[in-house]
């Protein structure tokens, strides 16, 4: 046993180095490892590690250390400087949690210039075919999602769902009156422009008066729900969408599963069922913003008292037609909902895959509600409506 020490103080850093057999190395520090009680000098480190041979383990003793700062580093660095060189293992159990971080920081190299090896060229055919089997992945992953949403509005129906009452509720304050302000705005200028772009048109023919039915039409069987449900997929399903990813990160969903929970059933099944409730509440309120939009051109600008465009309104706005947007709502609620939540389900295991999930989730909501309303519109049309 060899020990290092330059005063006698209680408080002045320690090294013994202590063999419990010719193999193993112990290394004891004690006292206070700080620089204004001053550091050992240690010839002796080398003499035992490289010296004497023999060493294939070294493991480290800090009962007896009373306080320490990152002057310690440059002991323990030199130690597993000379430990790699020789190839020693460590074992770094006995030292304090904080020194064990710190040395993990300090032996960190950066990567060297041009060390990766260059990117391989890819064919273009295999790009094609891992794109493909990457897309039919998510399609799988998007049916099994599907799947087990509909297995969770069935236990809905039966009474058997499992989640907080509380976090429908908010959810349904969330996405309905706290939606208000920006659909509002956005409706009031959608019916603004479509009663602007018509003006222009019908003075030519002095058919002003129809700008009450373009409006009144195009808000309720097009524009209403299909504003209302994009405006609800940057603003909704984007939220959705980050909130379950930051559960995933943090390993809170795979608590739940612990738990014995259902993911879709304690996250995804309030968030869809509010969002579905809400989006035909929205709908008409944009239907009527919009048309309060359009009447603010129709009467500002092209002539036409209040009661006339009123009346036109009225005489073009038809039930069906506010079905038809009616429908749409509930589906464009249920996409921007799903479309959230999956990719929220989705998401990996840091932070910049949740925003991925965000970007992907609004995505994906945007391009299924132009798909499903260019469906709808073919249906109604074979049906006549």
């Given at each position: 046993?060899?020990?290092?020490?330059?005063?006698t103080?209680?408080?002045?850093?320690?090294?013994?180095?202590?063999?419990?057999?010719?193999?193993?190395?112990?290394?004891?520090l004690?006292?206070a490892?700080?620089?204004?009680?001053?550091?050992?000098?240690?010839?002796?480190?080398?003499?035992?590690?490289v010296?004497?041979?023999?060493?294939?383990?070294?493991s480290?003793?800090?009962?007896?250390?009373?306080?320490?700062?990152?002057?310690?580093?440059?002991?323990?660095?030199?130690?597993?400087?000379?430990?790699?060189?020789?190839r020693?293992?460590?074992?770094?159990?006995?030292?304090?949690?904080?020194?064990?971080k710190?040395?993990?920081?300090?032996?960190?190299?950066?990567?060297?210039k041009?060390?990766?090896?260059?990117?391989?060229?890819?064919?273009?055919?295999?790009?094609?075919?891992?794109?493909?089997?990457?897309?039919?992945?998510?399609?799988?992953?998007?049916?099994?999602?599907?799947?087990?949403?509909?297995?969770?509005?069935?236990?809905?129906?039966?009474?058997?769902?499992?989640?907080?009452?509380?976090d429908?509720?908010?959810?349904?304050?969330?996405?309905?009156?706290?939606?208000?302000?920006?659909?509002?705005?956005?409706?009031?200028?959608?019916?603004?422009?479509?009663?602007?772009?018509?003006?222009?048109?019908?003075?030519?023919?002095g058919?002003?008066?129809?700008?009450?039915d373009?409006?009144?039409?195009?808000?309720?069987?097009?524009?209403g729900?299909?504003?209302?449900a994009?405006?609800?997929?940057?603003?909704t399903?984007?939220?959705?969408?980050?909130?379950?990813?930051?559960?995933?990160v943090?390993?809170?969903?795979?608590?739940?599963?612990?738990?014995?929970?259902?993911?879709?059933?304690?996250?995804?099944?309030?968030?869809?069922?509010?969002?579905?409730?809400?989006?035909?509440?929205?709908?008409?309120?944009?239907?009527?913003?919009?048309?309060l939009?359009?009447?603010?051109?129709?009467?500002?600008?092209?002539?036409l008292?209040?009661v006339e465009?009123?009346n036109?309104?009225?005489?073009?706005i038809?039930?069906?037609?506010?079905?038809?947007?009616l429908?749409?709502?509930?589906?464009?609620?249920?996409?921007?909902?799903?479309?959230?939540?999956?990719?929220?389900?989705?998401?990996?295991?840091?932070s910049?895959?949740?925003?991925?999930?965000?970007?992907?989730?609004?995505?994906t909501?945007?391009?299924?509600?132009?798909?499903?309303?260019?469906?709808?519109a073919?249906?109604?049309?074979?049906?006549?409506?």
């Amino acid at each position: 046993m060899s020990e290092i020490s330059t005063v006698t103080d209680t408080d002045t850093p320690k090294v013994v180095f202590d063999r419990l057999d010719p193999e193993n190395l112990v290394v004891r520090l004690s006292g206070a490892w700080s620089i204004e009680h001053g550091l050992p000098r240690t010839p002796e480190l080398h003499q035992e590690m490289v010296s004497r041979g023999g060493i294939l383990r070294v493991s480290f003793d800090t009962n007896e250390l009373s306080s320490w700062d990152s002057s310690i580093l440059t002991f323990l660095a030199a130690v597993v400087d000379i430990s790699s060189k020789k190839r020693i293992e460590i074992n770094k159990e006995g030292l304090p949690e904080g020194v064990v971080k710190l040395l993990a920081l300090a032996s960190a190299v950066p990567e060297k210039k041009d060390a990766r090896a260059p990117v391989a060229h890819v064919p273009f055919f295999s790009r094609v075919g891992e794109s493909a089997l990457g897309h039919l992945r998510d399609m799988t992953e998007m049916v099994d999602f599907l799947g087990e949403t509909f297995l969770a509005f069935l236990k809905l129906g039966c009474g058997k769902a499992r989640f907080r009452r509380i976090d429908l509720m908010l959810f349904i304050q969330d996405c309905g009156a706290r939606a208000l302000p920006i659909v509002s705005l956005i409706s009031v200028l959608v019916g603004l422009i479509l009663a602007f772009v018509g003006a222009v048109q019908l003075k030519l023919f002095g058919a002003q008066i129809y700008v009450a039915d373009l409006v009144a039409i195009g808000m309720t069987r097009e524009m209403g729900a299909m504003m209302s449900a994009i405006i609800m997929a940057g603003r909704t399903g984007a939220s959705y969408a980050a909130q379950i990813g930051t559960m995933q990160v943090n390993e809170e969903v795979d608590a739940l599963q612990t738990l014995g929970l259902s993911p879709i059933e304690f996250l995804v099944l309030p968030r869809a069922l509010a969002l579905v409730l809400m989006m035909p509440l929205l709908c008409l309120y944009a239907d009527f913003m919009g048309i309060l939009g359009g009447g603010l051109i129709g009467v500002g600008m092209l002539g036409l008292s209040p009661v006339e465009y009123f009346n036109e309104t009225k005489h073009a706005i038809s039930l069906i037609g506010c079905l038809t947007g009616l429908i749409k709502s509930v589906v464009f609620g249920f996409i921007v909902a799903l479309s959230g939540c999956m990719r929220g389900m989705q998401c990996g295991r840091s932070s910049a895959a949740v925003g991925v999930a965000t970007t992907s989730a609004v995505v994906t909501a945007i391009v299924f509600i132009i798909v499903f309303d260019g469906l709808f519109a073919v249906i109604f049309d074979i049906l006549g409506i």
